[in-house]
């Protein structure tokens, strides 16, 4: 790090619509900062960017991992960090990615699906090393604390989105394994004095024969769970809800996160895609075995895979007779028959449950009609906050966001807690045995009898994060003066290791009367029941229920998650800024390659950014960036005001436009202020050229929209050519510099 200099600011260059958005907002953003003496620098974290750092010996151009100096930056107390969100590579993208990449010329090995050769093995290991969540483990050194920022909630209320009509006899439920999951095998524990340092996980065969899995590193005071999921008990589920949702006529929909949870969430989705084409793979299952069909990369591909396939006919012609047999599937696109089981990545749960209870609890049939659903989320740890909210709207009705109050979160995910760190630690059993974590001595801390095919992890909270978390809570709470609850279940093992921590913390800051510790059901119900009041709550959370729930309200709230304003407290001093959701980037893609309109809304560029210039104004004692700040905020509400937001269709002003205005009325801000002659006279006849020109600028803004562009790539776009679609106005461009 010492021989490494940032600026100032990092802005994250990612993926899919926020990249293409910044390519637009960056260089205003980096022109109106320069007026305060600030720096604003990037990094690349997108998947075409760590991909190429990962074979500097291959890739002739100087690639250098951005992510792991970035990963280290974040420790540091100056560290200031606008992050966009990233693509959480599942294989068919890594695959599409690698593809890409190479026909732009870059030397890279293929992905292989089952390594033989030791170049083929070390290949896969550096790859796999980009599936999921890599990026959000190394740059998360801190605690979140999410909420819905002030101008963005009072716009909501007073410009509702829709919302889908709950029927008190809507056939739409959640179903989730009752035992043999992950939740019901779960043992935690608290590491002793005496118990921290080098674990060692352990595979013993029934023969005995014994393998180390993995070994790792953790202090004392870390909470260490381990356990597994059974794969018979998981196809004996999934058997028996495919027959249900065919009897009680309604659509069949799984819900996972193959992204994130880059190893465990994939092979269950296999397990599905396997047990809804059973009597094919039964048929013809060593024939696309040997064609590379992996079941775990989904429908699409498998597919894909049979156009070289001699069998392809009679294949097809199964399928499809299989297909007829089996319940109505919960479609991606109807249009185009993308089915809920085509890729593991389409179907995110955090995104598609909360869209599901919008919608009124119906999903797109494959007739491209609405229906009701059968929520099929296999593990039972957090699936019963979205069946408790499906019950709940089934009594209430729908929300109504012009009157509801909002749910901010504070979430542990510091230092890799919870299972979104477990990647390393999670494993398909090969062979029946049992797994167990032992310390150096020998002492057991977890062991777990596991059959072939079960898929066992450990996950982990330190105990310097859980701290952090529950003062940051502690903090949020005094801030707000609402409720709170600490989202824990106490029949939950992890959860009541966590409880043990929370509650001497509350009790000697003197506030235990200000939060509730409620098992995630009863919170759900509860902070429905606070909202739909028009009231505040703060839900206190873990890692995943934290990105469950902070889509899940503000898609309530807000109709989307991606304007949430998301601050990172950084444990060492420092902040990161994230900037919501990009759930939707692929289609915005698509759309602005096929009609040159973009629709991604850079409402949450432009939150971060404000809270990001505040922070180093207060930081550093630099009352310029306090001010630039400051005026940031103000032209966020212009843009809400004026309705100067993307629409989603063409011909409709899009991301661009938008750029263009929030330019104006940030400029008019500083212009006007009277804080800072200096700015206001750097910035007066900035403003007035904007406003001056604004027809003119409008007008080359929105010259060539409408027709086909070309971005030179998707994954790794080419930069000249999206500068070009991007900052089409020479005129806007002069201005800003």
Request: hydrophobic residues 40%.
């Amino acid at each position: 790090m010492a021989d490494q200099k940032f600026p100032d600011v990092v802005y994250t260059k990612v993926d899919e619509a926020p990249e293409l958005a910044s390519a637009s907002l960056l260089p205003i953003i980096r022109s109106f900062a320069t007026a305060a003496g600030v720096s604003v620098g990037l990094k690349d974290i997108s998947l075409a960017g760590r991909i190429l750092a990962l074979f500097p010996e291959r890739v002739k151009e100087d690639r250098p991992d951005d992510l792991k100096a970035l990963g280290d930056w974040v420790k540091n107390p100056d560290a200031n960090v606008i992050k966009l969100p990233n693509i959480s590579a599942s294989v068919p993208q890594l695959v599409a990615a690698i593809r890409e990449l190479q026909g732009q010329g870059f030397d890279l090995p293929d992905y292989p699906e089952e390594p033989q050769t030791d170049e083929e093995k070390d290949a896969r290991a550096r790859y796999d090393a980009v599936k999921g969540s890599a990026v959000n483990p190394v740059l998360r050194e801190g605690n979140s604390d999410r909420r819905a920022a002030v101008a963005v909630k009072n716009y909501a209320m007073a410009n509702p989105h829709s919302m889908g009509d709950w029927s008190s006899d809507s056939k739409t439920h959640v179903s989730a394994m009752s035992s043999g999951d992950f939740y019901s095998n779960e043992t935690s524990l608290t590491l002793t004095e005496s118990q921290g340092g080098r674990v060692s996980i352990e595979h013993q065969a029934e023969d005995g024969s014994v393998t180390v899995l993995k070994e790792v590193e953790f202090p004392a005071g870390t909470v260490v769970d381990a356990t597994y999921m059974s794969a018979s008990a998981l196809d004996a589920f999934l058997a028996e809800q495919i027959e249900k949702t065919k009897e009680e006529g309604i659509l069949f929909s799984l819900h996972l996160k193959a992204t994130m949870m880059k190893v465990s969430d994939p092979i269950l989705f296999g397990h599905a895609v396997r047990e809804f084409l059973k009597p094919v793979f039964e048929k013809y299952g060593d024939e696309m075995k040997a064609a590379g069909i992996s079941p775990n990369a989904g429908l699409g591909d498998l597919m894909a895979r049979l156009a070289d396939m001699p069998q392809k006919a009679e294949i097809e012609a199964e399928i499809e007779r299989v297909m007829k047999e089996r319940p109505p599937l919960y479609m991606v696109n109807s249009d185009r028959g993308i089915t809920n089981l085509h890729v593991p990545s389409d179907v995110i749960i955090d995104a598609s449950m909360p869209a599901v209870i919008r919608a009124g609890g119906k999903g797109w049939g494959p007739d491209g009609e609405p229906a009701d659903v059968n929520c099929v989320i296999p593990d039972n740890s957090y699936a019963p906050v979205y069946d408790e909210a499906i019950r709940y709207f089934k009594e209430t009705g729908a929300l109504d966001p012009t009157k509801s109050g909002t749910v901010q979160n504070v979430g542990l995910m510091a230092q890799k807690a919870e299972e979104y760190g477990s990647h390393p630690t999670t494993f398909e059993i090969p062979k029946a045995g049992t797994v167990r974590m032992k310390l150096a001595s020998g002492e057991v801390l977890h062991e777990h009898r596991v059959e072939a095919g079960d898929i066992w992890r450990s996950a982990s909270a330190r105990k310097a994060a859980i701290e952090d978390w529950v003062q940051l809570a502690i903090d949020r709470q005094k801030a707000e003066g609402c409720e709170a609850i600490f989202w824990l279940d106490a029949e939950r093992a992890h959860d009541k290791q966590l409880i043990d921590f929370v509650k001497p913390i509350l009790e000697a800051e003197g506030v235990a009367g200000n939060f509730k510790i409620l098992a995630p059901r009863e919170a759900t119900r509860a902070t429905l029941e606070t909202i739909r009041k028009g009231e505040t709550s703060i839900a206190v959370s873990g890692n995943v229920l934290r990105d469950y729930l902070t889509d899940l309200f503000p898609i309530l709230e807000l109709g989307t998650s991606a304007k949430m304003l998301s601050i990172v407290k950084l444990m060492n001093g420092g902040c990161m800024f994230e900037t919501g959701a990009g759930g939707s980037a692929p289609k915005h893609v698509q759309q602005l390659q096929e009609e040159n309109h973009l629709r991604w809304d850079s409402l949450g560029e432009f939150c971060a950014l404000g809270e990001s210039l505040k922070f180093l104004g207060d930081k550093n004692g630099n009352e310029k960036a306090r001010l630039l700040g400051r005026a940031v905020e103000t032209a966020t509400q212009g843009i809400l005001d004026h309705g100067r937001s993307p629409g989603r269709k063409a011909g409709q002003p899009d991301n661009r436009d938008s750029h263009y205005y929030f330019a104006l009325y940030w400029a008019k801000a500083l212009a006007g202020q009277d804080n800072d002659a200096e700015l206001a006279e750097h910035f007066t006849p900035i403003a007035a050229a904007l406003e001056e020109n604004g027809d003119k600028i409008i007008e080359e803004l929105r010259a060539n929209r409408g027709a086909a562009v070309d971005l030179g790539g998707y994954y790794n776009t080419d930069p000249e050519k999206v500068a070009s679609i991007m900052r089409p106005s020479e005129t806007l461009n002069s201005i800003i510099g």
